[in-house]
Every structure is written in structure tokens, then in C-alpha cells.
């Protein structure tokens, strides 16, 4: 009975999820047009990530194993705060936020806000709700291809944006690079909360 309930609790979940990440990226807001690189790597992730999903939602329903439900619980922590993250740092990149890596004609870099802690807190963000929610299936497989093929892919894509930032800032960008961390903060963050270009 008490897994019964954690099925219908996961299926609403899930239904939740896709719907959100639908709307995030296919809903409309103002951006402006540039010039974009690495085109491949928005169809290969999104591959990776419905594949993550969908591998989750079929381990759960076709392993049908145990449910720890404080892994699910720890899981469900971790895809709330991914999706306020990454929503609290595409509102502070504004109309400069893509799903590529794109640089636009006199495009502002952003070192405020989340930015001041992370240069790639949106890659952390989506790192999160990747592991979150096999995490809250329970589905070890789909962890693993989160864990082992969408994490090294993105990995990837970051070596790319921030060649593509230094060409496009140079010095303002390394300098940036040197004060605040790619995905994990640095010390200095701590102490320091703006960066001025």
C-alpha cells in the first residue's frame, strides 16, 4: 500500500518535471540573437537528458525493487533547489540566457548575483536535477548514465563556453576565471560578493 502511494507520488513527479523543463525550454522569453558555437551539444545533451528520464521511469516501473524512500527524499531536496537555481540564474542573465553557447553583439558579461559565487551555476543546476531524479526513483542505471554520460558531455560543452568567453572578453573574462570558480565556489567568494568587470 505505502509503495502504491509512492508510485502515484513519483508518476505526478515526473509528470511535474517534464512539464517544467518543457516550459523552460521551449516557452518564449526575450533574448537577443548571436552568434553561436558548438551547435551539436544542445541535441546531444537534451538526447542524454530525456534518455536519464525515461531511464528513470522505466527502471522504476520495470525493476520494481525496494523504494528507500529517504534516497527519494534526498532526491526530491535536490531537484527543488536545481530548479531554483537555475531559474534564480537565468533570471539574472535576463535576455543574455541561451540554450547555447551563444555571444551576442556588445553582450554584457555577468558577474552578479549567483555569478559572483559560480561562473556556470545553470551547469550545476542541471548537474542536480540529472542525479535528482533517478534519486528519487531509486533507478541506479539511470543514475549512472547521468553520473558517467551527461556529466562528462557537459563537461565537454564548459571547456567550449569558456573558450568562447575568453575570446569574446579576454582579460575581463580570465580575470573573472582567476576570482570566482566554474561550479564550486571558491573561498574567496565567501568574502567577496561582486566582481567588477
Do not use: D
Amino acid at each position: 500500500m505505502e509503495q502504491n502511494w509512492f508510485t502515484a507520488g513519483f508518476v505526478v513527479f515526473m509528470v511535474f518535471v517534464v512539464a517544467q523543463r518543457l516550459m523552460e525550454t521551449f516557452g518564449r522569453r526575450p533574448t537577443i540573437q548571436g552568434n553561436r558555437c558548438l551547435r551539436l551539444s544542445f541535441p546531444v545533451l537534451m538526447t542524454v537528458h530525456v534518455g536519464v528520464f525515461a531511464g528513470s521511469v522505466v527502471e522504476y516501473f520495470w525493476m520494481q525493487r525496494q523504494v528507500r524512500y529517504w534516497i527519494s527524499a534526498v532526491g526530491l531536496v535536490l531537484y527543488v533547489v536545481s530548479v531554483v537555481l537555475r531559474n534564480v540564474a537565468i533570471r539574472t542573465l535576463g535576455h543574455y540566457f541561451s540554450l547555447h553557447i551563444e555571444i551576442r553583439e556588445q553582450h554584457k558579461l555577468i558577474t552578479h548575483g549567483v555569478y559572483s559565487w559560480v561562473r556556470h551555476p545553470i551547469y550545476i543546476a542541471v548537474i542536480m536535477e540529472l542525479v535528482s531524479v533517478p534519486l528519487v526513483a531509486n533507478a541506479w542505471g539511470a543514475l549512472g548514465g547521468a553520473v558517467f554520460v551527461y556529466v562528462p558531455l557537459l563537461m565537454w560543452r564548459l571547456v567550449h563556453e569558456e573558450r568562447a568567453m575568453i575570446e569574446s572578453f579576454g582579460e575581463i573574462y580570465c580575470a573573472y576565471q582567476r576570482n570566482v570558480g566554474a561550479l564550486l565556489p571558491r573561498l574567496s567568494a565567501f568574502y567577496r560578493r561582486r566582481i567588477e568587470p
